[in-house]
């Protein structure tokens, strides 16, 4: 089992960056897969990307090439560093922890990113 706590959302102009954080209360060097999920009003929730423990990324089309991810075990913590941001971006963003593939996860409560002139 794992808590998971987002911050860094904010409301930033198109263009610019925001950068997320995913601390966990436990070591995240052993959970198989972080990721970062977002959904915004009226939509389904949606894959962002993903990053399993031996450094393997996915990302949605949307966003590749603008977003990273990445995770410090030291700080047991996940990152999503968004660049280029813009109005279509604008979602609560998610992170998840996966123990194993095929397992429901556990979810973080979710942090708002607005991208807004």
């Known amino acids: 089992q794992v808590q998971l706590v987002e911050s860094g959302g904010g409301v930033v102009q198109p263009g610019g960056s925001l950068r997320l954080s995913c601390a966990a209360s436990?070591?995240?060097?052993?959970?198989?897969?972080m990721g970062w999920y977002r959904q915004a009003p009226g939509n389904k929730r949606e894959l962002v990307a993903t990053?399993?423990?031996?450094?393997?990324?996915n990302y949605a089309g949307s966003v590749k090439g603008r977003f990273t991810i990445s995770r410090d075990n030291a700080k047991n913590t996940a990152y999503l560093q968004m660049n280029s941001l813009k109005p279509e971006d604008t979602a609560v963003y998610y992170c998840?922890?996966?123990?194993?593939?095929?397992?429901?996860?556990?979810w973080g409560q979710g942090t708002q990113v607005t991208v807004s002139s």
């Open positions: 436990r070591s995240i060097s052993s959970i198989y897969s």
């Open positions: 998840k922890a996966l123990f194993a593939p095929g397992q429901n996860g556990y």
């Open positions: 990053m399993t423990s031996g450094g393997d990324t």
